[in-house]
């Protein structure tokens, strides 16, 4: 079955110290996406790629960095300069067209300590 | 600057009425519509979606409806039951642009009582 998978699903990290989030998905997708869930924020778009090597800042990418090194793959690190790191964190990804519907993982909920 | 919005943070209904969602845009570049369901700790499921071509799109119990003059669209959803209880999320896009991007509502909370 295709799909995308975020791992781990909880994670704990002490304030100071850089996280990496996995984010792999094997529907042969060229569109990757992360996004950020705070309650009463909705869900804001942190970095998205199109295509494999590229990637564009989203409304909220300070303090976060990504690679997108292979088509399956799309980590994104919560560096020490994200002032608030604790959230559920989402990885989508979707066919690369205007009206491509994204497919979610089932997220990453990171609380800094 | 809040391009799609969800004004109404929750809305609780009884089983079998109907559920009434709304979602309202301000970009004029937006022409594709979806509905995303969440259930909570889990990522959000895709629910239906519109083109601006179309005012109405159903699928079963599920029916959007879009009013561009309005920059408006709202999710019907008849009979509720007690498993649609989630946040639903609307999004809009530029099916043109040179991207792919979703912008999000904040959601609104469905709570179906039985």
């Known amino acids: 079955d295709g799909g995308i998978t975020q791992s781990p699903k909880y994670l704990f990290r002490k304030e100071g110290q850089n996280v990496t989030l996995s984010c792999e998905q094997n529907?042969?997708?060229?569109?990757m996406y992360w996004y950020r869930q705070d309650p009463g924020q909705g869900l804001r778009l942190i970095y998205y790629s199109q295509i494999v090597n590229d990637f564009q800042k989203g409304d909220i990418a300070e303090g976060y960095s990504v690679s997108r090194e292979k088509k399956e793959s799309f980590p994104l690190t919560v560096t020490s300069a994200q002032k608030n790191p604790t959230a559920f964190y989402l990885c989508?990804?979707?066919?690369?067209?205007?009206?491509?519907?994204?497919?979610f993982g089932s997220g990453t909920r990171l609380t800094v300590v | 600057d809040q391009q799609v919005k969800q004004n109404s943070p929750s809305l609780s209904v009884q089983e079998g009425r109907i559920s009434i969602l709304n979602c309202d845009y301000t970009n004029s570049m937006f022409d594709y519509f979806l509905w995303y369901k969440k259930y909570p700790a889990e990522g959000p499921t895709f629910l239906i979606s519109?083109?601006?071509?179309?005012d109405k799109n159903e699928d079963g119990r599920f029916t959007v409806f879009l009013n561009k003059s309005a920059k408006h669209l709202s999710l019907h959803i008849v009979p509720s039951q007690p498993g649609d209880s989630a946040v639903y999320f609307c999004a809009a896009t530029n099916s043109g642009g040179s991207n792919y991007k979703l912008t999000f509502g904040k959601g609104t909370l469905l709570t179906v009582n039985p």
């Open positions: 519109i083109s601006s071509i179309k």
């Open positions: 529907l042969n997708h060229d569109a």
């Open positions: 989508a990804s979707s066919i690369a067209t205007g009206t491509g519907v994204y497919t």
